[in-house]
């Protein structure tokens, strides 16, 4: 069990550019989730899956971000057209939907994006 | 919709004390998870305790234990001797349903200090 693992761990970029991260959930996890946090704030539910199904959506995730879990496994959020508002910490975690270890989310170390 | 509220921004403790954080939350769902996260500044969510709507037995791990009272919402961490290494943010967080591993929903977190 290596965990719950994010990259790039920090991502600079300007205004309007896209960017994409990558989470890869512990490994047996059926549901893999998105958070973002922005400074000094709790995280803010942004989207989840469960396999490959994209089951909810925020009202935060804009039409500018997508993310996408082709085949179950890793998942990736893309941002595009960046702007500096999306400046945050953005956190993947992975849970078991059901099983011994309960329906606790295991989160990864984050991202961290500033946008220039 | 759910919500928690931590009404303690900054909390302070001398190392080998104990320290009570306050959690309150809101929902109208008769079946729910609570759980606590520590936050180092590295930025990782780590996972410390779990209580269920249903159970009825305060939740403990190791140092941490978990004072939960229905009647009044609350669900308040209690750290026994602290340790320095307890300095970090602190976040409890909601899930509605237990079996399902559907969106944490979080507070703005209270910021713990151990002194030494």
């Given at each position: 069990d290596t965990g719950?693992?994010?990259?790039?761990?920090?991502?600079?970029?300007?205004?309007?550019?896209n960017v994409t991260f990558r989470c890869d959930p512990i490994s047996e996890h059926n549901r893999l989730y998105w958070y973002r946090q922005t400074l000094g704030q709790g995280p803010e539910f942004l989207t989840y899956f469960q396999n490959e199904a994209q089951l909810e959506k925020s009202r935060l995730l804009s039409d500018r971000f997508s993310a996408e879990r082709p085949k179950g496994s890793f998942s990736t959020l893309e941002i595009q057209r960046t702007e500096q508002g999306?400046?945050?910490m953005y956190l993947c975690a992975s849970s078991l939907l059901f099983g011994q270890s309960g329906p606790f989310q295991y989160f990864g170390p984050g991202t961290r994006l500033t946008v220039t | 919709a759910q919500k928690i509220t931590q009404t303690q921004p900054g909390m302070f403790v001398q190392e080998k004390e104990a320290v009570t954080l306050d959690c309150t939350y809101d929902t109208s769902d008769p079946s729910y998870g609570l759980f606590w996260y520590k936050q180092p500044s590295s930025g990782e969510m780590i996972f410390l305790i779990y209580q269920g709507s249903y159970d009825q037995q305060n939740a403990t791990e190791?140092?941490?234990?978990?004072?939960?009272?229905?009647?009044?919402?609350?669900?308040?961490?209690?750290?026994?001797?602290?340790?320095?290494?307890?300095?970090?943010?602190?976040?409890?967080?909601?899930?509605?349903?237990?079996?399902?591993?559907s969106r944490l929903t979080f507070g703005e977190g209270t910021q713990l200090t151990v002194n030494p």
């Open positions: 719950v693992s994010q990259n790039p761990r920090h991502k600079i970029t300007k205004r309007g550019q999306d400046s945050a | 190791g140092r941490y234990s978990l004072n939960f009272q229905k009647a009044r919402k609350s669900a308040n961490l209690v750290i026994s001797a602290s340790q320095l290494g307890d300095s970090a943010m602190y976040f409890c967080a909601m899930r509605a349903g237990e079996t399902s591993g």
